[in-house]
C-alpha cells in the first residue's frame, strides 16, 4: 500500500543534543511537509518542500531546518532540542496543485526533550 | 484570530448520542477536507467537499460544504467509542491559492 512513513516512532533526546526525524513516501507526491503538534491543538505548520523548492513559515524557529534529498524523503533537523519542542512531528504529503490539496499523513514521531 | 474556528473545542457524549461539529471561516474556500486523529496516531482523511451546499455521507458521518463554500459541518449519528479522537477540518482559502489551514480541533469522547 502506497504510505507515508516516519521513523522513528518515538524519539527520547537531551536538551541541546541535536536530533533528526526521517519520513518517506510511496505516494509519489511533489509536496512534502513537517508539522509540529503539542497536546490536542492542531498541527502548526514548520516548513514544506514543492518539489526541491523550500518554503518556510515566518514563524518557524531558526532550530528547526529540513532536507529533502529526492521525492521520496525528507528530513527534520532540530539543532538544539529545547523543552518546548517537545511535541509531536508529524509528515504529510500532497499531489500538489489543483482544488483538492488533500494531505496524507504519516503516524507521527512522538519527541520527548529531557 | 484563526482562519477556520471549529466548534466546539471539546465533547464528551454519550454512545449512541448525535451530535453536529462546526467548521466556519470568514474566507472562501475551494475545497474542505475533513480528518479524525486518534491519540498517538497522525490524522487520517475522511472526506473531501467541494461543491457549495454538497452532502457527502460515510457511513454514519454526514458532511456538509456552506453554499458559500465558508463553512462546513460534521455530523455523527449514533456515536461509538471507536468515533473519539480529535476532528479537523482543513482547507485552501481561494484568496491564497496554496497555503493550506487547518481548523482550531474537536476533541470527540465517545463515553460507553
Known amino acids: 500500500d502506497a504510505m507515508v512513513i516516519q521513523n522513528p516512532r518515538y524519539q527520547v533526546t537531551q536538551f541541546g543534543k541535536p536530533v533528526t526525524l526521517s519520513c518517506s513516501q510511496t505516494l509519489n507526491h511533489n509536496v512534502m511537509y513537517w508539522y509540529q503538534q503539542k497536546s490536542s491543538q492542531a498541527p502548526k505548520l514548520l516548513f514544506h518542500?514543492?518539489?526541491?523548492?523550500?518554503?518556510n513559515e515566518a514563524d518557524t524557529p531558526d532550530n528547526f531546518q529540513s532536507r529533502r534529498p529526492n521525492t521520496s524523503f525528507c528530513f527534520l533537523d532540530i539543532r538544539s532540542p529545547g523543552l518546548g519542542d517537545a511535541a509531536m512531528y508529524l509528515c504529510a504529503t500532497s499531489r500538489g496543485g489543483g482544488m483538492t490539496y488533500e494531505q496524507y499523513f504519516g503516524p507521527g514521531t512522538r519527541l520527548t526533550v529531557t | 484570530t484563526q482562519l477556520l474556528e471549529q466548534s466546539p473545542q471539546f465533547l464528551s457524549i454519550q454512545e449512541g448520542e448525535n451530535l453536529t461539529v462546526y467548521c466556519n471561516s470568514s474566507?472562501?474556500?475551494?475545497?474542505l477536507q475533513w480528518y479524525r486523529q486518534e491519540p498517538g496516531e497522525g490524522p487520517v482523511l475522511l472526506v473531501t467537499v467541494v461543491t457549495g451546499g454538497e452532502v457527502k455521507k460515510l457511513k454514519r458521518l454526514t458532511f456538509q460544504f456552506g453554499d458559500a463554500r465558508k463553512d462546513s459541518s460534521l455530523h455523527i449519528t449514533a456515536a461509538q467509542p471507536g468515533d473519539t479522537g480529535l476532528y479537523l477540518c482543513a482547507g485552501v482559502p481561494r484568496r491564497t491559492g496554496n497555503q493550506f489551514y487547518f481548523g482550531t480541533g474537536t476533541s470527540l469522547t465517545v463515553i460507553p
Open positions: 518542500y514543492y518539489d526541491k523548492d523550500f518554503n
Open positions: 474566507s472562501v474556500f475551494s475545497s
